[in-house]
């Protein structure tokens, strides 16, 4: 009974260690521990956070102030004197503790415009990374993606090896049989036991292949590299999807993040040119005071007593002659503003570039799939052919191994470009601006 325990323990195990997902399952731990994803949302945090900032900077601005102050011992007495007394008249006595407390608030009346500039620009810039965060998300997506298919392709790269190799041994233990019987000569024998040790290193390779895309895949989740995983393949569509090439062109022009995000940050630009010439306009601030003071220095003569007292004013402000200082700002946003909307037309136009291509590179793998198809088709019917010939002697060793090769090859070839055509597909929507996650 402590033995079964012990088996289902480890069988137990050993199933907790090697996980199948499902591509979207892929998509949703990779998503959720994207360090990207986490680097943008904090870019979205700090822009609400600024645009915060500049909201608060409409409302009055309180400070409270409190001071002590302690005077040396030889200050004398306020006195005065005059022709009619003989003596000098004290006023009071010296206070030596002097203590302050005030309640003071600003409130801004007129700025020139700059606060509202400066908010419409904070809006913008926020606009503008909420659109970043929706691009690296499309981004993170498609590296799941890629990570998937290239384990999916180096998986069953690995079990097309693997499946090879065994039918080379069943032919080389054929092969022996035929030599003892003097059917065949010791080089066809050898040439069937190289080729049997150039696949065994065949296997080793695609081993090494599938780990290091297993590792690239753990990476692109966001996983301890080491986790044992595997993919589900049951998801792989080979469906074709017809695109008309002017259509799509509109759709990326239309969807890409980057460009809108690039489009807020133009406007938001155009709002730091406001922002620089109000300083041209005064500021206008209403501001007032509330006093609590020991002694008042607005109670006279100066008593040891608390005694309260406010005040309430109006502040004008305006820059008559700054040597140029608000032109120089002026002229700063002026050009970040032209830099900003020549990136808008050099991305426009990669981003045309990048439809092209990828659509062209669509067309191309979906070709090489039919291609291949009819190529595996071709050999895999000749490799049956010499394969029968071979167990009559009616083929060598050499055809045998030619057919071989070219069915591992030609299934090699189709895998390959069914998992091209997987991440070309992809590719293409994520240059559309579609949503891929």
Not at 204 to 222: D, T
Not at 224 to 242: C, F, H, M, R, Y
Not at 263 to 285: F, H, M, T
Request: proline share 2%.
């Amino acid at each position: 009974m402590k033995k079964i325990i012990i088996l289902i323990l480890f069988a137990s195990s050993l199933f907790a260690q090697e996980r199948i997902l499902t591509l979207k399952e892929c998509l949703e731990i990779g998503l959720q521990n994207s360090k990207d994803l986490k680097i943008s949302q904090s870019k979205i945090n700090y822009s609400d956070a600024k645009l915060s900032e500049i909201n608060s900077q409409f409302l009055p601005q309180f400070k409270l102030f409190g001071n002590y102050t302690r005077l040396s011992d030889n200050i004398p007495a306020f006195e005065f004197t005059s022709p009619f007394f003989p003596n000098a008249i004290k006023v009071s006595e010296p206070l030596y503790n002097n203590y302050t407390f005030k309640l003071g608030f600003t409130q801004p009346l007129f700025t020139g415009f700059k606060l509202f500039s400066s908010r419409s620009a904070a809006k913008y810039n926020l606009q503008a990374s909420e659109s970043d965060y929706s691009k690296e998300q499309n981004e993170a997506a498609f590296n799941i993606y890629n990570a998937y298919w290239n384990y999916y392709k180096a998986e069953e790269i690995r079990n097309v090896i693997a499946q090879t190799l065994q039918q080379i041994e069943s032919h080389l233990k054929d092969t022996r049989n035929f030599y003892d019987q003097g059917l065949v000569s010791n080089n066809d024998l050898l040439k069937l036991e190289v080729q049997y040790s150039n696949t065994k290193l065949m296997l080793i390779e695609a081993e090494n292949n599938l780990k290091i895309a297993k590792i690239a895949l753990n990476k692109a989740l966001g996983i301890e590299l080491d986790s044992q995983i595997k993919v589900s393949g049951a998801e792989t569509s080979l469906e074709n999807v017809n695109y008309d090439l002017s259509e799509i062109l509109n759709e990326a022009l239309n969807n890409r993040q980057e460009l809108k995000s690039l489009a807020y940050r133009v406007q938001s630009s155009q709002e730091g040119i406001s922002a620089a010439k109000s300083n041209w306009l005064p500021s206008v601030y209403l501001s007032g005071n509330y006093y609590y003071s020991n002694p008042n220095p607005r109670f006279l003569p100066a008593k040891d007593e608390f005694n309260y007292n406010w005040d309430v004013g109006v502040t004008l402000s305006w820059d008559v002659w700054n040597w140029g200082l608000t032109s120089t700002q002026v002229s700063q946003a002026e050009q970040t503003k032209i830099q900003l909307e020549t990136n808008y037309d050099q991305l426009k136009e990669n981003i045309q570039m990048e439809v092209h291509s990828n659509f062209l590179n669509l067309l191309k793998t979906e070709e090489k799939v039919k291609v291949n198809k009819i190529a595996l088709e071709q050999a895999s019917e000749n490799y049956r052919i010499t394969a029968e010939k071979y167990n009559l002697q009616l083929a060598t060793s050499t055809d045998i191994i030619d057919a071989e090769t070219l069915k591992l090859q030609a299934e090699t070839n189709l895998k390959t470009a069914e998992v091209d055509y997987q991440i070309a597909k992809v590719r293409l929507e994520k240059s559309l601006g579609r949503i891929i996650y």
